[in-house]
């Protein structure tokens, strides 16, 4: 641990982000939350007048002119200050000669550069962070193969292709940034190649990080009843040599899969740089997955080797997995050979698996110098936010990580943890925070937390009492950024600004280099009003192919459904114009409700449902038939209480009131658990199939897929009742007022 004599250790960030299991179950008694009662304005319905600001504006405690994004402003601000020549005195009147800077450095000004000149803008991040590239991609930006360039674009890659070679430029196709590279079909968005000839290893990159030396730590450990212990660079640095050198020995060769069954450990992020140092493809899960959400995971990427943890534990209870990989290396005929991470610390040896034959488990390789820790629990490696937290490292930072139950044996574990090591950013989904405030815990109370800047958020919507809660009971001087992007692009589409105020329940700011905004069914961009949220522009993060898909149709089913040029992240959203600036998830756009033809979101239901202190979870899902559809509300009632025909009503009412008559459910009945992701994500869209008899297609991935049995009774019950004819807008909401008049019989709730 550190020192008061380290003070590059005390000096460094110290970047948390627990991706821990997301199934809570509490021994406590669960405490009212703080504001049962919410407005419309806190229940996510803003307009540009009434968006509040968080109670202390970032600027008033984090100096913006010492954040990175204010160095990379001067450092572009430096470069472009003399204007160059242009490139050619014929060339296309769309061509400029340099990208202009604004002249005010906001990050709205900053975004809309960034977009408008996108190849100029991903290079200057390329070489603004220092990417180590053995061939230096000089002014190599950009290129689209094949068709799919809209008439104007297509004359500035001609005249780039023809001179490229008397201009020193490589003979390539360029696509410079004026008029933007908006308009593109979805095809093209495939075709574009961001650095063609740049060439990098991600371990590479991660294990150079800048400024760090030998003796700095890397990272910091801990997990439930251990205590923590630490690595430095040095050592990370070596026992990925030595990692590396293990499995070229076992025959793995660039382009290879591994599939890996890990916790959450510095032994992984070891194993993971080892893979990708040698140009492998790295797949990890959790091991509390079931055997056949690891086979389906893994299946199609046909891997060649599986690395797994022999044991896990969650809550204190220790689960071997001998077994399970067993039967997984048999199940995936592609699998070569299985290297077990032991975590006994009194077993120090990674061992092979002889996949010849099946049945036989032989240790084959001592590995002393790579397995010296004591067992310990399952953890967030198959969130893509454990992406994020690995990279970290190559920015300079140290990672805190963390095993086990969030809430294990106590609410404080985590941030006992990140206040002893001086954690100066702490990440964790927005469900985390929610449970803390259910459970009136304030972390702040009990903690100085005198090095904390930053709380990330992200994984589901953070409703604006999520906001008010960290700002009031952890740190009232802190930057809180709600994100949302996706696993597939391992990045955000909506992010923090660090220069700008915090408003409640908003996401801040688009994210530098996205061209995002919220469009409605024609692709036309709207404010102020429910929509998809969409990408304009081809943007370095996105896949480059779905695996297996090689004519890229699913591709373009995913993302580009519609038919246009324009991104669907599968998110529905409203922006809000200045000066209220700012987003909100309102959830999937696949499982937004539409009574009456009105789209509402779920997430609004959600927000004043949850205020109410008999109820601790909710899920809404639409049922239909040809005409119309109607709401069905699944609710999970705290211990202790009871659901009866007045409590349905109150629910009832509190929409009515708080929202509109078209949020009003038709039904609400009581469950005793819902179905949710391994990232906790509420399943709306496989139970929407299911209250609607519709096959569910994923119900693998749910934490509790024995849960949907639960629901069959309902949803008979609710067709019995359920109208065949379409209702008016009117008929809506003259039909609530009677349904809040009158109690409906037990059964229709």
């Avoid at 290893?201 to 400024?211: E, T």
């Avoid at 001998?322 to 032991?342: C, F, G, M, N, T």
């Avoid at 211990?639 to 025909?645: A, D, E, I, L, R």
């Amino acid at each position: 641990t550190a020192t008061a004599s380290d003070k590059t250790w005390q000096q460094r960030n110290t970047c948390a982000w627990f991706t821990t299991p997301r199934r809570y179950t509490f021994d406590v008694e669960l405490k009212k939350p703080a504001g049962a009662r919410r407005s419309k304005r806190q229940c996510g319905i803003y307009s540009a007048e009434d968006a509040d600001v968080v109670s202390t504006p970032v600027a008033s405690f984090l100096d913006p002119q010492s954040s990175r994004l204010t160095l990379f402003f001067n450092y572009l601000s430096k470069k472009y200050s003399a204007a160059p020549p242009p490139l050619c005195p014929s060339a296309p009147q769309h061509v400029p000669a340099f990208p202009p800077l604004p002249s005010i450095p906001t990050y709205e000004k900053l975004h809309e550069w960034s977009v408008t000149y996108a190849p100029f803008f991903w290079r200057d991040v390329w070489e603004f962070c220092g990417i180590k590239d053995p061939n230096n991609i000089g002014s190599v930006l950009l290129k689209i193969q094949g068709d799919g360039l809209p008439t104007g674009l297509q004359s500035i890659n001609r005249f780039y292709a023809q001179n490229a070679t008397s201009k020193g430029l490589p003979r390539t196709q360029f696509l410079f940034g004026s008029p933007s590279l908006k308009g593109l079909s979805p095809q093209a968005f495939i075709n574009t190649v961001f650095f063609p000839e740049g060439k990098l290893n991600f371990s590479q990159n991660v294990l150079s990080a800048a400024g760090r030396s030998d003796e700095d730590i890397a990272v910091v450990f801990s997990c439930e009843g251990a205590a923590p212990r630490t690595m430095t660079f040095k050592e990370l640095r070596r026992q990925v040599a030595i990692m590396m050198q293990f499995l070229r020995r076992k025959g793995l060769r660039k382009g290879d899969r591994v599939a890996a069954v890990v916790c959450n450990t510095p032994e992984t992020i070891v194993t993971m740089l080892a893979v990708t140092g040698l140009g492998g493809v790295w797949a990890s899960c959790s091991p509390d997955f079931s055997l056949s959400m690891l086979e389906s995971r893994f299946s199609d990427l046909s891997p060649t080797l599986l690395v797994t943890t022999d044991a896990f534990q969650f809550r204190g209870k220790m689960t071997m997995c001998d077994q399970k990989a067993e039967k997984l290396s048999s199940r995936i005929k592609s699998v070569k050979q299985v290297v077990v991470l032991p975590l006994d610390g009194a077993i120090e040896r990674t061992f092979e698996v002889d996949t010849a034959h099946k049945d036989a488990a032989v240790p084959r390789e001592h590995f002393s110098d790579i397995m010296n820790t004591p067992r310990r629990a399952p953890g967030g490696s198959a969130w893509m936010m454990w992406n994020w937290l690995v990279a970290g490292l190559a920015s300079g930072a140290s990672l805190l990580l963390y095993e086990g139950h969030p809430f294990y044996p106590l609410p404080e574990t985590l941030w006992k943890l990140f206040d002893e090591q001086g954690g100066t950013l702490f990440g964790a989904s927005a469900k985390y925070l929610q449970e803390l405030e259910t459970l009136g815990y304030a972390p702040g109370h009990d903690f100085q937390l005198k090095r904390l800047r930053t709380v990330c958020s992200t994984g589901s919507p953070l409703y604006p009492h999520g906001y008010r809660f960290v700002t009031s009971q952890i740190k009232d001087k802190v930057h809180l950024v709600s994100m949302s992007g996706g696993s597939d692009i391992c990045s955000c589409f909506l992010t923090g600004d660090p220069t700008s105020p915090v408003r409640e329940g908003l996401l801040q700011a688009e994210g530098l280099g996205m061209d995002v905004a919220v469009v409605n069914d024609k692709g036309e961009r709207v404010v102020g009003e429910i929509g998809e949220l969409a990408c304009y522009q081809p943007f370095v993060s996105q896949p480059i192919q779905l695996w297996g898909d090689d004519n890229h149709e699913k591709y373009i089913q995913t993302y580009f459904p519609k038919g246009r040029g324009i991104w669907l992240q599968g998110d529905s959203c409203v922006e809000y114009a200045p000066p209220g600036k700012g987003f909100v998830i309102t959830g999937r756009s696949d499982a937004t409700l539409n009574p009456s033809g009105v789209r509402v979101s779920s997430s609004e239901i959600y927000q004043v449902i949850l205020s109410h202190p008999a109820i601790s979870e909710c899920i809404a899902v639409g049922r239909s038939d040809m005409e119309s559809e109607h709401i069905v509300l699944f609710v999970v009632l705290r211990n202790g209480k009871t659901f009866t025909p007045g409590l349905a009503r109150e629910l009832k009412k509190r929409l009515y009131e708080e929202l509109t008559a078209f949020h009003v459910p038709k039904h609400i009945f009581a469950v005793e658990e819902i179905p949710r992701t391994k990232n906790g994500k509420l399943m709306e869209k496989e139970l929407r199939k299911f209250v609607n008899g519709l096959p569910l297609t994923n119900v693998q991935s749910a934490i509790n897929p024995e849960v949907f049995e639960q629901f069959r009774a309902y949803v008979v019950e609710s067709s019995k009742h359920h109208k065949k004819e379409s209702r008016s807008s009117r008929q809506v909401k003259s039909d609530c007022e009677q349904d809040l008049g009158f109690p409906k019989p037990a059964l229709d709730y």
